[in-house]
Structure formats: structure tokens, C-alpha cells
């Protein structure tokens, strides 16, 4: 198996600007030269928002805080803004309002997304994360306060025009008055980051470009000063559908929500169309060894060696080297190379979960009708036939007698992986 690749700058890139854009991480940006110039100098402090909307961040997150970490190691000053106010709120979806939580549930949620963040940037030496908080400085405004200092500064004819207010616009529901301002805290974050800690970059999502441009343009008129952004593309499937916890497919960095094993699953199972660009967006890998897998796709595509790199890599650095070690002797193990009594508790239910056929059984259940209710064999006929042949096991132990239960087979006193042939599985829960 391939060593999981240090984290580190690709030596093959001049600066770090040369390495974002060829990682895929740029899909708009204020001026591109500047930007190149700015962080092929002296350190800046740069910020990334995150709110406070759910208890983990996503996949969507991840590509912020692996742009963040490029940054870090490249010498610069991340500033990670977990908006215990903008999360009171939430940015305008393009589609419907969204639900207010309760101002207790949404500082619990930033203590939960602070601790995320410490697990993928660096907090020691001179280029150390610092954790910042909106509500800090939004609490303490009044309202004439806010609009005298910062609201006379927007324009509303701009505002509307914001992709995400103006499809609002156009929607039966509307926009409401505390959606149609978020784009003016946001811009109100930067100002006073600016401020604060001379902050003149900002980075997110590309479908945040309006908002993101809010605060260089508050900070053009408010200080003079031409402040920087930089939007990533949206992570997308090989049909280009997001991923997101608004189209209810988010991949959480929490691993009680999506497990390390679900995790692995889901980066081995990308199509090849985008493979690629799965490594250079989320991997660490040098240019060189994803050109070499790039290749190994187009000239044996049923090895998927780019994918199993991929789910190895990326993985490992979301949830560590054991965790992925433990997820890949579950993938082994389900398939019959490897041995699922080695796997602990929380990944055989990951895995077991994860197959398509499902069932709840007592302790004491026949293996025979097991077969059938997961729907491995059509009858039980069918499913003696098939003992006698030989093509049935419990957790990758043939079956003999077709009057078997699963009274003493169950790992972890609970768990079951039935198997008909080599390939057709079923998971069995006995404990549910």
C-alpha cells in the first residue's frame, strides 16, 4: 500500500498561487497577478468563514480548510471565523428561508466547529491559526451603530443583484430582511478582521462570490484599501450534482455522522470522469504521482488505483492513519481477504450498514431463514441448495448445516455478514 503523502507544498510549483490553481482551487478570484504577487511575498493574514448551521462541517468545508492549510504552509496567517452570529442567520439558499436555530444550539455548534478546525490547521509557530468569533463584534453594536458605520456603505441596487438574493427575488416566497442583510455582516466580518489583524484576503465557496466581494468592497470604500477573495468551485458528482447538507447528501467531517468507513467508501467509489481533480483538490499528493494515477486510469481503469489513492489519502488526513487502516480491513474483509474479527465495533457496524441487503435478527436466528428474508435466495429450497454447494457463510465461515443459527457466529455479540457466492452479502443486526 501506498505511504500516505506528508503535508506539504508541492516543491514542483513556484508559489503557492501556481499550486491553488493547479489544484482546481480557484474558480474566480480578484486580480489573479496581484493575488500571485501578494502570496509569493511577505506572510498576510488571510480569513475563511464558517457557520455554525449544523453540528460538524462537510465536504464543502473541507475544500476551504485544505485551501487554508496550502496557505499555512506556504507561511501565511489563517484567521478561522466560526460565525456565532452570521449562524444565527445563515446565508440565503437560492430556493426557501431557512430554519432558525435556537441561540443556545448555535453556540454549542461553534464549540463543535472550533475543535474541527484545530484538527486540520496548525496552531504553533509564527503562521499559528487563530480562532475568531463574529459575535465578538456584532453583539455589542446597536442597530443605529451598525447602520451609520457599516450599512451607508452598500448600495441596494448592488445587493439585489447578488445571485443568490436576486433567484430569491424571483421565487414566490421572496427574501426576507434578515437574509437580504447577511451579505452586509459578511462584508462587516472582513472590515473588522482587517482591522484587527490587517487581514486582506478572503477565501470561500465560488456560490459565496457575491458575498465574498461585499467585503472587498467595503473595505475599498470604508478604508481605501483593495482586499482580496479568492472562490473555489463547489464540489460535485460525476453528473455535477453538490454536495451539501442542503440537497441531504452531505458528507460530514464528523465521524459519528459519516464514519471513517463510510468516508473511504466514498472517495473509492468516484468515477473516473473526476478522479483527477478529486486528487488535486483534496490530496497532498505531488503533481507527479497524480499525473502517474491519471494514467493508470486511462490505461486500466478496473485496477481504480487512482481511487483506492484517493480514499487512502484523503481519509487519512480527515479522520488519521488508523482509523483509514481499520476502514480498508473492513472493505478487505467484507469481500473475503481479510478477517472481520479483527475490526472493532464501530467499523463492522459501519460496514455492515453499508451493504445494500439488510436485516434484524434474534441472536438465535436461522442462517437458512436469514438467507431468505435478505433476499439472497428465493426460497428456502433454494437457500438449501445452495448450503449444500457450499455457497453460504456467516462472517466469511462456510455454512454446512442448513439448520445453522447465528448462536455464537455474531462479532461483537451482535453483528453478521452474510454471503452467498463471493460477492452477494447481506448485513445482520442483532442487536438493533
Known sequence: MTEIAPIQLD???????DELVYRGSVHVSTDPEALRELLSGDPITFYCGFDPTAPSLHL????????????????HRPLALVGGSTGLIGDPKPTSERQLNARETVAEWVTYLQAQVLRFLSDEGESAVRLVNNLDWTAPLSTVDFLR????????????KKDAVASRMASDEGISYA?????????????????????????????????LTSGTELIRKAEGVHAHAIGAPLITDADGRKFGKSEGNAVWLDAALTTPYAMY????????????????????????????????????PFRRE?????ALQATSFIHGADATQQAIAASQALFGSGDLTALDAGTLEAA???????????????????????????SLSDGRRAIAQGGVSVNNERIDDPAATLDGRLLHGRFAVLRRGKKTLAGIDAGA
Open 149 to 160: 458605520e457599516v450599512g451607508k456603505h452598500f448600495r441596494v441596487g448592488t445587493m439585489l
Open 352 to 378: 455492515v450498514s453499508s451493504l445494500d441487503k439488510q436485516a434484524t435478527a434474534t441472536p438465535d436466528a436461522p442462517v437458512l431463514q436469514l438467507l431468505q428474508e435478505t433476499g439472497l435466495v428465493e
Open 60 to 75: 464543502g468545508n473541507l475544500t476551504q480548510l485544505i485551501i487554508m492549510r496550502r496557505l499555512q504552509l506556504a507561511g
Open 306 to 310: 487512482a481511487q483506492r489513492e484517493l
Open 11 to 17: 516543491p514542483s510549483f513556484d508559489s503557492v498561487w
Open 179 to 211: 437574509e437580504f442583510s447577511y451579505q452586509v455582516l459578511q462584508g462587516m466580518d472582513f472590515l473588522e478582521l482587517f482591522r484587527a489583524y490587517g487581514c486582506v484576503l478572503q477565501t470561500g465557496g465560488s456560490d459565496q462570490w457575491g458575498n
Open 265 to 300: 467508501q466514498f472517495w473509492l467509489n468516484q468515477d473516473d470522469a473526476i478522479v483527477g481533480q478529486l486528487l488535486r483538490a483534496f490530496t497532498f499528493l505531488p503533481k507527479s504521482r497524480i499525473d502517474e494515477l491519471e494514467q493508470a486510469t486511462l490505461d486500466a
